[in-house]
């Protein structure tokens, strides 16, 4: 399973996205969504992957 970070807005760490989902947007970009993977932290990631 490919791993994937983003950067949380909540905390402000740049980190690996934990519980990844992919989503294919209307206009055929992936974007993979998760949620943050510091601890304590439940801020919501999302980046635009392709
Ligand atoms: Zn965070």
Do not use: D, H
């Amino acid at each position: 399973m490919t791993a994937y970070e983003g950067f949380c807005l909540k905390c402000k760490t740049y980190g690996p996205i934990s519980s990844p989902e992919l989503f294919t947007m209307g206009n055929g970009r992936k974007r993979v969504g998760g949620t943050c993977s510091q601890e304590g932290c439940t801020g919501k990631i999302s980046k635009i992957i392709g």
